[in-house]
């Protein structure tokens, strides 16, 4: 290709490429736009329906282009107006992410600037605030400081991480894993046995521990279990416990499973994806022996209000992480002198990686503690604010909640069970209040999780009253 022919083909592709690099006008009118749709978006939350039973039917891509405003309009027919409104207060059903708008700002400023928060050669800075986050992880749960941690997408990569630590650390690999041992808690996350399939554990032994009536882990029984292994001939080398179950925010015996674990010489892991940030609050005494854990799990895009997309994982055996994830490439030889601790993709499957540090990091420096603690602290009295209320209904309702997830049933007197679930139904239907359903016991059950940071008093009256409707709907069939 001769040299005018080559410039003329770049001043052409110049021209519809630089389409790419929006103007500083435009920036501003787009981010003023956004910021409107924002601030409408949220002023509008408390009186919006929060479940819309229907699917979105206009987002495929096509070639031709839409205006800015079209596209937000767009985006909140067809995203914000079908399924669960995830950001609402009224959101009472799955455990919540409220979203609070300090972490938008991050991530706006974030994805603006760009940063590579992989390798601390290539962004020292947003380095550094992941690290500084998760030391800031480590005093809250009283870890060591020479433990290592990654910010992730959330509970079930937190747990991949910490498994395949716990799998290289006990060498758990060709024929030892059939003839190793898994204890978890029939109210496991089902992240957990996803992560052991991943890592290559599908055939090992898994035991369900048996639940006391409060739904916790009794150690009791689980060192009659693994004392039954042991005689067995198997070898007995991770024990799952729970700080804050899914199905009952259930709060395992930690301190006496980490007695077990020590015992025993087990890996000790304790999810605290839902409940972890409750050791902030008044009930910090459930949390005696979490520190004592090999590994833990906890999401801020839940207890501190975060959108989804942050979990947390801390981990005490630093050498089995690196050699779990550790390794030098020769396009990566100029990061090598690196601590190989401070970069994030050391100790994680990730080599990029979103920079999530800073929709934590911000809100804190922001903001401060104290507000978050008071916010979780207000979440769990409005769960036995709801029971009171919704108890002189006449509900029933499973034991006195450890954290703010409470189940609770309506006692028909004949087909209970198939009515409760007409109810669910019909709370669904109704969609100002959102609650889910679950099976305890071989029960059918309501379920409500106070965690959104938007959800007040105001919000339990309503959801109070939405529920008072719905069973005058159910009982006049």
Known sequence: MDTGTLLSKLNKLNTLSSALEISESERSRFVEQLSAYANRFISELPEKKIFHNKKPE??????????????????????????????????????????????????????????????????????????????????????????????????????????????????????????????????????????????????????SVPLDAHHRMRADALNALIEKDIAGGLHPFLLVGTAGTTDTGAMDPLDELADTAERHHLWFHVDAAYGGFFILTSKKELFRGIERADSLIVDPHKGMFIPYGLGAVLIKDRTAVLHSNQYVANYMQDAVTDDLIQSPSNVSPELTKHFRGLRLWLPLQLHGVEPFAACLEEKLLLVKYFRNEAGKLGFLFGPEPDLSISYFWYPFESDADEKNRMLMDEIHDDGEIYFSSSVIDEKFVIRIAVLSFRTKKETIDKAVQMIQRCLKKVQTR
């Open 58 to 207: 206009s987002l495929a891509i096509s070639n031709s282009k839409k205006s800015f405003i079209e596209l937000l309009d767009l985006y909140h027919k067809e995203v914000t107006e079908t399924g669960i409104n995830a950001a609402s207060g009224n959101h009472l059903g799955y455990i919540p992410a409220g979203g609070i708008f300090a972490s938008a700002l991050a991530d706006f400023l974030a994805a603006v600037t760009n940063p590579y928060a992989g390798v601390y050669y290539a962004s020292p800075g947003a380095a550094e605030i992941e690290n500084e986050v998760l030391n800031w992880l480590k005093s809250i749960f009283s870890f060591p400081q020479n433990s290592v941690g990654n910010l992730t997408s959330g509970g079930s990569v937190s747990t991949l991480i910490a498994f395949t630590a716990a799998r290289d650390k006990f060498q758990i690999k060709n024929e030892k894993i059939r003839n190793s041992v898994v204890y978890i808690s029939p109210q496991v996350h089902h992240s957990t046995q996803k992560a052991l399939r991943i890592i290559g554990l599908e055939d090992i032994v898994l035991r």
